[in-house]
C-alpha cells in the first residue's frame, strides 16, 4: 500500500443517475482515505465524457498521462470508449452501472472479467419491467418501446421485454432516436400513435431528455415505466431501482480490493446489482388518476418494494437513491 493515489472518474454525460453515483463514487474515496490513513487524490481527474465517445478517449490519454493509479468510469459508453487506451497505458478500471458488460465487449465474462478490468453491473431484465407494466395496465394492447440503438444497456432489456409482450399477442410500437435531439419527436411519434404506455429501459439517451418527454406523455395520459428510478425523479410514471448506496459500498470493496491491497482486477468477479423496488412519481401518479393502495397492492404482488417519490424533491446526492 503506498502513501498516495491518484483516481480519474469519468461519467458520460450530465443526468440524475450518473450524477449520485459520480457522487457516491467520490464519497467511497474519501471513505477509504480516511479508513487507511491515506491519500486518495481525484482533484482534476473528474470528467463528464459529454456524450462525445472522442472526448471520452481524449480523457483516457490523459489519465495515461497523468499516471493515474486507477481509472472509474460509470455508463457503458465511457467504460467502451476508453478499455483499450487505460490497458495500453497499464491503468486499472472499474466501471460503474454497466448494464450488458459482455455484449459490450467490456470484459470476458462476468467471474473473470479480463486482467486490468472490474466493476459492478445494473443489468436490466426487460421482462420484469413488462410484467409491472401488466400488473397495472392488465387490459394494455398496444405498447410503445423508446429507447436508443447506439445504447448498448438498452439492447438486452428491450430484447427481452420485446419477446415477453409479443408472446402475449400485444402490438408494439418502437421509437429509437439516435441522440439526445431526437427524443422529443420519437416521443410526440408514440403519442400520435396512441400507445397505451411507453417501456424504457436504463437507456442514457433518453435519460437526458426526460424532463422534456414526461410532461407530452402526462399530458397525453401515458404512463411511461423505466429501467431506474432516476427517470422517476425526473418525472416519468416509474422507474424499477436499486438502492445506489449498496453500489457505493460495492464500488468501495473493489477499489479497496484493486488500490489497497493489489488485486488484480481480473480476479474479481463483476457484481450484478438486483432492482429490487418500484418507484413513483406521486405528482404522475396523481396527474394519471391511479390509486396509491391500488398500485402499491399490484406491485407487491410482483415481488417488488414500493417507494412513492417526489419530482427532483427527493434527489439527494449523499442519500441511499
Not at 201 to 226: C, R, V, W, Y
Not at 250 to 260: A, T, Y
Request: proline residues 5%; negative net charge; charged residues 25%.
Amino acid at each position: 500500500m503506498k502513501d498516495s493515489y491518484r483516481v480519474g472518474v469519468v461519467k458520460y454525460t450530465d443526468h440524475a443517475s450518473l450524477n449520485r453515483i459520480e457522487a457516491g463514487t467520490k464519497n467511497i474515496l474519501n471513505a477509504l482515505a480516511e479508513k487507511h490513513g491515506i491519500t486518495i487524490n481525484y482533484d482534476g481527474l473528474v470528467f463528464d465524457g459529454k456524450a462525445d465517445p472522442d472526448l471520452m478517449k481524449k480523457i483516457a490519454l490523459k489519465m495515461v498521462e497523468e499516471k493515474a493509479d486507477l481509472v472509474i468510469s460509470i455508463a457503458t459508453p465511457p467504460t467502451v470508449a476508453m478499455k483499450d487506451i487505460l490497458k495500453a497505458g497499464g491503468i486499472n478500471m472499474i466501471f460503474r452501472a454497466v448494464s450488458d458488460p459482455i455484449a459490450a465487449g467490456v470484459i470476458d465474462s462476468f467471474e473473470h472479467p479480463g486482467e486490468f478490468i472490474t466493476g459492478t453491473s445494473d443489468s436490466l431484465d426487460g421482462r420484469e419491467l413488462a410484467q409491472v407494466m401488466l400488473g397495472i395496465l392488465p387490459t394494455a394492447q398496444k405498447v410503445g418501446l423508446l429507447y436508443s440503438p447506439n445504447e448498448f444497456s438498452s439492447m438486452k432489456p428491450v430484447e427481452e421485454a420485446r419477446a415477453f409482450l409479443e408472446g402475449l399477442d400485444l402490438e408494439l410500437v418502437e421509437a429509437t432516436p439516435a441522440a439526445k435531439a431526437e427524443v422529443k419527436l420519437a416521443a410526440e411519434e408514440l403519442i400520435r400513435q396512441e400507445v397505451e404506455a411507453v417501456l424504457t429501459p436504463t437507456d442514457n439517451t433518453i435519460m437526458s431528455a426526460e424532463k422534456e418527454i414526461s410532461p407530452l406523455f402526462t399530458e397525453a395520459g401515458i404512463p411511461q415505466f423505466t429501467g431506474s428510478h432516476a427517470f422517476t425523479i425526473n418525472g416519468a410514471f416509474m422507474g424499477l431501482g436499486s438502492f445506489y448506496k449498496d453500489g457505493d459500498m460495492e464500488c468501495l470493496g473493489l477499489v479497496e480490493e484493486v488500490l489497497i491491497n493489489g488485486t488484480k482486477p481480473g480476479d474479481i468477479p463483476v457484481l450484478r446489482s438486483p432492482h429490487t423496488f418500484a418507484a413513483i412519481n406521486i405528482q404522475i401518479m396523481e396527474a394519471l388518476g391511479y390509486d396509491r393502495e391500488i398500485l402499491e397492492k399490484n406491485i407487491t404482488l410482483l415481488g417488488k418494494k414500493v417507494l412513492f417519490l417526489d419530482s427532483q424533491a427527493e434527489f439527494d446526492p449523499d442519500g441511499d437513491l
